[in-house]
């Protein structure tokens, strides 16, 4: 019968722990990486929901692959509501992303020039009401969406992570008037069984008068109808699988051998520490 459940793990967790990425979702950047060779030419970028800080790994791995001789090293800053682990070589703003603070601190370590790649990989703490979570993380993508209009330079890459579902064409609407070219793609190391995708949306071009404000991550529709994201404007993008078909499948479970792996970096301020602590103190026992 071979090994019960019990006795197999998730292959990306091992993998990561194994690696030194603080989370599997590292492989998912890595996975859309090999497809559109998003890294090329990119030495300053930013990392919006960054924490525990998988992507920024593997921003600085790539970005410093990137380097020539004696050029300066690449300027990577990741954004966190939470506080995240130090890591060599990246600048960490504790912050929020719908606030124009954030986007002019941003700009001020770039020393006044923009990214040449933005990346988010936030996504809400799912309730299971999926109409519910694809509604929070397209709310979600469009502040992403957002800062990104202040912080990208003309020709830069935009990546993020999307809940596909029934208006998700809208959102496609939505990136199609910043980018020409967006596609959704499905990594392997991203459970077949998940609604998660990401946009890669590449060539930033911003409407012709248009000025990025915090305002409200939405347009106004205020640069012609063309823009509208109503009834028969809604888009279909193309959609990319990647990642080696043949390597590992995320949905499944495999043996593995040898003792169980720490995490390479515990949460620092994780949420349900106050719940442990209430839960010591008999608090959801008590009668009002």
């Not at 946009?199 to 205020?222: H, I, K, R």
């Not at 720490?262 to 608090?283: G, V």
Request: proline content about 7%.
């Amino acid at each position: 019968m071979g090994k019960s459940s019990k006795d197999k793990r998730d292959i990306y967790y091992r993998l990561a722990k194994e690696q030194g990425w603080r989370a599997r979702s590292a492989f998912k950047l890595l996975q859309i990486d090999e497809e559109f060779d998003l890294f090329k030419g990119v030495h300053k970028a930013v990392d919006l929901c960054a924490a525990p800080g998988s992507w920024s790994q593997v921003l600085t791995k790539k970005l410093n692959e990137n380097r020539v001789n004696d050029e300066s090293p690449p300027k990577i800053v990741a954004v966190d509501l939470q506080a995240m682990a130090p890591l060599e070589g990246v600048i960490q703003i504790q912050g929020d992303i719908t606030k124009s603070s954030t986007a002019e601190q941003i700009i001020s370590y770039f020393e006044g020039e923009l990214a040449d790649l933005v990346v988010c990989d936030g996504a809400p703490d799912v309730t299971g009401l999926h109409d519910m979570d694809e509604y929070i993380q397209a709310q979600l993508l469009l502040s992403a969406l957002n800062i990104t209009t202040h912080i990208l330079r003309p020709g830069g890459t935009f990546v993020a992570k999307i809940f596909r579902g029934k208006d998700v064409t809208l959102l496609y609407a939505q990136l199609k008037v910043f980018f020409p070219v967006v596609t959704c793609s499905k990594p392997r190391s991203s459970r077949n069984s998940s609604i998660e995708a990401f946009v890669v949306c590449q060539n930033y071009t911003p409407p012709e008068g248009y000025t990025p404000t915090m305002a409200n991550p939405l347009m106004d529709f205020s640069y012609g109808p063309e823009n509208e994201l109503l009834g028969v404007n809604r888009v279909i993008v193309p959609f990319v699988a990647c990642g080696d078909l043949s390597g590992f499948d995320s949905d499944k479970t495999y043996p593995l051998e040898g003792e169980s792996l720490d995490p390479l970096q515990p949460p620092i301020s994780a949420p349900y520490k106050t719940a442990i602590s209430l839960k010591q103190q008999n608090f959801y026992n008590k009668v009002p």
